[in-house]
DNA sequence: ACATAAAGTAAGAGCACTCTAACATCGAGA
DNA sequence: TCTCGATGTTAGAGTGCTCTTACTTTATGT
């Protein structure tokens, strides 16, 4: 084996599907799901247009795919956050907040995909997968933040709602009806509505318990 | 069941660009964005696929009308909740969650347009008013929640980050990650998550006061 | 060396959609 | 009543996309 990240040398790609994947998320990114097609991505990634169905059989298993790399993406970058956020772990959990936020702004319109499709069905099982590996880690955190005696139930609630704040501010920062800011400081705004969300949800718990 | 829309009375339909923009939400709520075609629209609303080229220039122009409306939708019913919810300020803000969530569960996928389209730009003056008034609506809940010496763009971050959480967590409802459940549960517990935020937030402006 | 499979290409059938052009029907005012 | 503008209709040109078929090129194992 040679040098495996050859792009295109002649006939043959080299890592076609791999490209495949990469340029769709591109093109998500800058379309959206609606501008997606089999043949923009054939032609972003120097090939015909015939090629993708050589690796994939039809336009959805492509977004399938594009769709599972984008989550094992995220809750790579949100374990790295947390892992970065230090001992601490509500500074653990509001850290992801920052990392999904500074990811979604960087790949755009490609975030709608993992959530769009009817990819949470048996149909698709690699999403299916990569999805159940986010919501793991993500309760991973949560529950290190709640109170032990907090059931699962309850805490799969608290994160889904952590999560969809973040995804909500930052999807709504894509679409662009704020004033943009640098990715930095829309990432650390991110993280300020996620403690608070904690801390109101933590203060809330306590004054049920003294009640 | 042939008419959701006004029955047409003969050769004429009698109000078409309405019955166009209820059968554009409509579709947009089953099919999303990306399935979105005036052709289907005009089939739904009973007419030919060039009908609708006598109300509408083109195609973006009457997603757009659909967004319009759907905005407009949106801040009636929660002005209406708002209302509804009595004099605290607190209850009425987060009431709006709870608003927010059932309008989005029962209109499915047709939220993802109001933010997905390029309509924030002055191409669009109908959409922008729109999405002016509801962003007025939240400001003038969210100010009366927050003590009167917090600035107008603090006020407008945290009027964002409830909008963002709620959109969140009722746009990832619909694409069903979760079980599901009534809607009025689901309401309830963004209500819930909005209360939560709120009182972090209201928390963090109270620690640094007293420091 | 050579058969074979994997991975590309060109060509195109078939389809849905956008939008236009020319014509038909209806309602309303002169 | 009669005409005219608004609002429908049918027909179709043009576009772009999905996916198939048949062919070409390259890599690989024996």
């Known amino acids: 084996m040679s040098s495996p990240t050859t792009p295109r040398r002649g006939y043959h790609h080299g890592d076609l599907r791999a490209g495949l994947i990469r340029e769709g998320i591109a093109l998500l990114a800058e379309t959206g799901v609606a501008g997606f097609s089999v043949a923009k991505v054939a032609v972003r990634a120097g090939v015909s ?8 059989p039809d336009r959805e298993a492509l977004l399938a795919a594009c769709a599972a790399a984008i989550l094992a993406d995220i809750t790579d970058l949100l374990a790295a956050a ?5 001992p601490d772990p509500l500074d653990r959990l509001a850290a992801t907040a920052g990392a999904y936020t500074r990811y979604v702004l960087e790949h755009r319109a490609g975030i709608d995909l993992i959530y769009s499709y009817e990819f949470s069905g048996p149909h698709h099982p ?3 997968e990569q999805s ?7 309760m991973d955190l949560g529950s290190a933040v709640l109170p032990a005696d907090v059931s ?9 709602v952590h999560l969809s704040t973040t995804h909500g501010y930052a999807t709504l920062l894509v679409k662009g009806t704020r ?10 705004r991110a993280v300020t509505a996620a403690r608070d969300h904690i801390t109101g949800y933590l203060q809330r718990l306590n004054n049920r318990e003294t009640a």
Not at 132 to 138: H, I, N, V
Not at 152 to 160: L, P
């Open 49 to 56: 247009s015939a090629a993708p169905y050589r690796h994939f």
């Open 82 to 86: 947390a892992e970065q956020a230090g």
């Open 126 to 128: 690699t999403v299916q």
């Open 132 to 138: 159940r590996r986010l919501t793991g880690a993500l």
């Open 152 to 160: 699962w139930a309850d805490t799969a609630d608290f994160v889904y």
């Open 179 to 188: 004033p943009p800011q640098d990715i930095d400081s829309h990432a650390a």
